[in-house]
């Protein structure tokens, strides 16, 4: 059941460019885990010093802010797209 | 598209890194908000009362504290709105020195968002940008359009598709190029952030939005200068994204530092509608962690769900020893209707929303009636009149004659007087 997943493209200097991936993941905590794997300089920075999700990202399913479907708790379906935005996010260096 | 400044520059609130001056909204490594930090020192022998007083009747006073590149020509008298002693109105809630700030008739589209764009618009011209773009519950569309449309840059500005019909025809009338989005604020709010990391646009809140917050400074710079350089006891502030309250305070904390006033610890309360309240249910439950809600007021141009600036806002607020309240729909609309019957501001749902939360305060003994308070009214009425739609009957007409007047008066007033009438009735023949 995999997912696509969306970056900003403050994101991408991490991701050798990649602005989306696939994953298996069935929830955040496994989405987390996947970029962990994958791309561990991402997880560094969406991460912080206590190893939680960085309090200035939003996470989207399909346009709904993941707060409103659960959370944590939400079941990834087969071909949500999941979006990680900076809660204030605009302009890339 | 960078320029380099020695009075300011971009900082990270949170690990204090810094960026010079670009169009970036957030730190690339820890993802926080960024802030225009300046050189107070710097401005010392120039951020004078003298200075200010012998400067232009608008915000471009205080130019010296605004992130305004050099060489630019500030062009439009933006702001400086009156601020009125409200007398009447404190009868009426239990206020003896109440205070209001007009943004109702601010300079040239009627809100503080005047303010803000302007601001945002100097930084925009001067990073090469030549389409500006906003997300906006309206008044922020209504002034990106009409000051870029003054300075000949193209504007592109989203709004959820249920704004007030008049705020999309002040958009549309400057030419702008509107795009309504099938969704709320927060929708458009975070297309807009995908929309500024495709294209090479300046949006004014989302890459602009450092510069652009700062000019909401102006609103605390003009209290205490309108109050004869004095800070108040407190100030009640509508909030839609938290920004505003949160730069009042940085004004006066400038002031203070610079000399300007005398230090005094003003307290600051928010006013959010109870149909959109992250951030005055966050301050009530002592926490700065804001769940996100999905609006559902008339008081659409706060109708944020999840406010960028609400967890500082809501700290600040609480640091400073205020508080936070929330009015309904119904509370809007009177707070809307009191302050125009008492002193003669018509202003928008989110002005209702301050004023009934004012009175809340003062019911519920927040506010002490002599303390200098100062409610901040943001926007105009003229833009949300179907807020007040069926709340006054449409009166029939009468004939162009005296007695008629006469008869129609009485009958308002319920009551018979007949020996008017009858020298009404000769009168009219």
């Known amino acids: ?93 | 598209m960078n320029y380099s400044c020695s009075r300011y520059e971009l900082k990270c609130n949170e690990c204090g890194k810094r960026f010079g001056n670009q169009p970036l909204s957030a730190c690339p490594d820890c993802l926080a908000p960024l802030e225009v930090d300046y050189d107070l020192d710097a401005v010392r022998g120039i951020f004078t009362r003298e200075n200010i007083a012998a400067g232009p009747a608008s915000i471009w006073r205080y130019a010296a504290l605004l992130p305004i590149p050099d060489g630019f020509q500030p062009d439009l008298p933006v702001g400086f709105t009156p601020l009125i002693r409200a007398t009447n109105l404190g009868k009426r809630i239990g206020a003896t020195n109440l205070y209001v700030k007009n943004d109702a008739v601010c300079f040239p589209t009627l809100s503080f968002k005047d303010r803000v764009v302007s601001v945002a618009l100097a930084n925009a011209q001067r990073f090469g940008f030549d389409t500006v773009g906003c997300s906006s519950t309206g008044n922020l569309a209504n002034s990106v359009a009409a000051q870029a449309a003054r300075l000949g840059i193209k504007a592109c500005i989203l709004v959820p598709s249920d704004l007030e019909p008049a705020k999309i025809l002040n958009t549309q009338v400057y030419g702008a190029r509107l795009v309504r989005i099938d969704g709320n604020y927060d929708h458009v709010n975070r297309l807009c952030s995908q929309i500024a990391d495709e294209y090479t646009w300046g949006f004014v809140n989302v890459n602009l939005r450092p510069y652009y917050a700062e000019g909401s400074k102006t609103v605390g710079y003009e209290i205490a200068e309108k109050l004869g350089w004095r800070l108040p006891d407190n100030v009640v502030v509508p909030m839609a994204g938290g920004s505003l309250i949160r730069k009042i305070r940085k004004a006066f904390q400038e002031l203070i530092y610079l000399g300007l006033v005398e230090e005094k610890h003003v307290r600051f309360f928010g006013a959010q509608a109870t149909g959109c309240s992250p951030i005055s249910v966050a301050v009530k439950q002592g926490t700065d962690d804001i769940q996100p809600q999905k609006p559902n007021t008339i008081a659409r141009s706060l109708a944020i769900g999840n406010p960028a600036d609400g967890p500082a806002a809501a700290k600040m607020i609480r640091d400073s020893g205020g508080w936070a309240e929330d009015v309904s729909d119904v509370e809007v609309v009177a707070g809307m209707q009191e302050l125009a019957e008492t002193e003669g501001i018509f202003t928008e749902t989110a002005g209702g929303v301050t004023t009934a939360v004012t009175a809340r305060l003062y019911a519920d003994g927040r506010i002490s009636p002599d303390e200098l308070t100062v409610a901040c009214i943001t926007g105009n009425g003229l833009k949300t009149t179907d807020a007040l739609t069926g709340h006054y009957e449409e009166e029939r007409a009468i004939r162009p004659r005296l007695a008629d007047f006469g008869a129609y008066l009485r009958e308002l007033d319920g009551t018979q007087e007949p020996e008017l009438a009858a020298a009404g009735a000769i009168h009219a023949n």
């Open chain 1, 1 to 93: 059941m995999p997912i696509k997943v969306l970056l900003p493209t403050a994101f991408t200097r991490h991701t050798d460019g990649r602005k989306q991936f696939d994953s298996a993941a069935q929830n955040l905590p496994g989405l987390l885990a996947d970029i962990d794997q994958t791309f561990p300089a991402l997880s560094t920075q969406i991460k912080d010093d206590d190893g939680k999700l960085r309090r200035f990202i939003n996470i989207y399913v399909n346009d709904e802010d993941i707060r409103f479907l659960g959370g944590e708790a939400y079941a990834f379906q087969d071909g949500d797209e999941v979006m990680l935005i900076p809660s204030i996010a605009g302009g890339s260096l």
